[in-house]
């Protein structure tokens, strides 16, 4: 993890993405760098050399935030990643010794079984906390305990799933590391990506670009061995009065062949554990009541 310089690793990584043309430079000579230089950093945000050097290093971790807004134009980052890197400024979040697990609010757990389209809630990390039959029937890995994240990068069976699994992983990576933004050395989060990190070569590159954007619907590009494939909306809904918790429901524009595609998948959901001979899912969202997330990030949960 890299939260021990997190300013200076983030400004870094950053600089690095960005070519001399995009900023108006010329980019002839040979360069022994990635991206931009230190000094041209410096310039075009109208510091010293020295006093980003010192940034970057480590060795000043309260910059304004008009300096911080000078480098992110500079970069070129967009509104989530410029708020990101000013809220690394600002002071850590107090933690227990002991996280508290993440508990779903009964009411929800109670709208998860009225839903007619699959929908889960998603826990800080990406933790699967509760979810309704139709979203266990989308991906085996939607049920409590399993961390989506962890899922995507190491199950090829899920792999398989996303049709834009490229852009997928891109995207939750990135919205991984807003939610780090104000905590980047959480026990938890500090235990999930470091065993992403030596688990998959793409997670750790990817990590590695700090790219941040916050988590938001997309659509889902998905092939499912039992329907093919379908293109869903897939929407995340804050819950409010909980710590970063999302319900993420699945839907297809109506009278297209992926709403088509996704009744059927109801059927056979319906089918399968109306006496199919193959052990059925739970019934409800809600017998999931008792199964949260303890705060051990790196337990894989058995399937």
Same mark, same amino acid.
């Given at each position: 993890?890299?939260?021990?310089?997190?300013?200076?690793?983030?400004?870094?990584?950053?600089?690095?993405?960005?070519?001399?043309?995009?900023?108006?430079?010329?980019?002839?000579?040979?360069?022994?760098?990635?991206?931009?230089?230190?000094?041209?950093?410096?310039?075009?945000?109208?510091?010293?050399?020295?006093?980003?050097?010192?940034?970057?290093?480590?060795?000043?971790?309260?910059?304004?935030?008009?300096?911080?807004?000078?480098?992110?134009?500079?970069?070129?980052?967009?509104?989530? /990643?410029? *708020?990101? #890197?000013?809220?690394?400024? !600002? %002071?850590? $979040?107090?933690?227990? +010794?002991?996280? &508290?697990?993440?508990?779903?609010?009964?009411?929800?757990?109670?709208?998860?079984?009225?839903?007619?389209?699959?929908?889960?809630?998603?826990?800080?990390?990406?933790?699967?906390?509760?979810?309704?039959?139709?979203?266990?029937?989308?991906?085996?890995?939607?049920?409590?305990?399993?961390?989506?994240?962890?899922?995507?990068?190491?199950?090829?069976?899920?792999?398989?799933?996303?049709?834009?699994?490229?852009?997928?992983?891109?995207? /939750?990576? *990135?919205? #991984?590391?807003?939610?780090? !933004? %104000?905590? $980047?050395?959480?026990? +938890?989060?500090? &235990?999930?990506?470091?065993?992403?990190?030596?688990?998959?070569?793409?997670?750790?590159?990817?990590?590695?670009?700090?790219?941040?954007?916050?988590?938001?619907?997309?659509?889902?590009?998905?092939?499912?061995?039992?329907?093919?494939?379908?293109?869903?909306?897939?929407?995340?809904?804050?819950?409010?009065?909980?710590?970063?918790?999302?319900?993420?429901?699945?839907?297809?524009?109506?009278?297209?062949?992926?709403?088509?595609?996704? /009744?059927?998948?109801?059927?056979?959901?319906?089918?399968?554990?109306?006496?199919?001979?193959?052990?059925?899912?739970?019934?409800?969202?809600?017998?999931?009541?008792?199964?949260?997330?303890?705060?051990?990030?790196?337990?894989?949960?058995?399937?």
């Amino acid at each position: 993890m890299d939260g021990s310089n997190a300013i200076g690793d983030f400004l870094r990584a950053r600089r690095e993405l960005v070519r001399p043309e995009d900023v108006g430079l010329t980019g002839g000579g040979l360069r022994r760098v990635r991206g931009l230089r230190r000094e041209e950093v410096a310039m075009l945000a109208g510091i010293s050399a020295d006093y980003y050097l010192r940034l970057e290093q480590g060795r000043d971790r309260n910059p304004s935030a008009q300096v911080l807004e000078a480098l992110a134009g500079v970069l070129r980052l967009d509104a989530d /990643a410029t *708020a990101y #890197l000013i809220g690394l400024v !600002g %002071p850590r $979040p107090r933690r227990s +010794r002991r996280p &508290a697990p993440e508990k779903v609010p009964g009411h929800l757990l109670q709208l998860l079984d009225q839903l007619p389209m699959p929908a889960l809630v998603q826990g800080r990390y990406f933790d699967v906390l509760a979810a309704n039959p139709l979203a266990r029937a989308l991906s085996p890995n939607n049920v409590p305990g399993v961390n989506r994240l962890r899922a995507a990068f190491l199950d090829p069976e899920e792999r398989e799933l996303h049709r834009d699994w490229q852009t997928a992983t891109v995207n /939750a990576v *990135a919205s #991984l590391r807003a939610v780090a !933004g %104000p905590d $980047p050395d959480d026990p +938890r989060l500090a &235990a999930l990506v470091g065993e992403l990190s030596l688990k998959s070569d793409r997670f750790r590159k990817l990590w590695a670009r700090h790219d941040v954007h916050r988590r938001e619907g997309a659509l889902a590009r998905m092939r499912h061995p039992q329907v093919g494939d379908m293109d869903l909306y897939r929407e995340k809904l804050t819950v409010n009065g909980t710590d970063g918790q999302l319900l993420v429901i699945y839907h297809a524009e109506p009278g297209s062949e992926a709403a088509r595609s996704l /009744a059927l998948l109801g059927s056979l959901a319906a089918g399968t554990a109306g006496g199919s001979g193959r052990p059925a899912a739970p019934a409800r969202a809600g017998e999931a009541r008792e199964r949260t997330v303890s705060g051990e990030a790196g337990t894989e949960p058995g399937r």
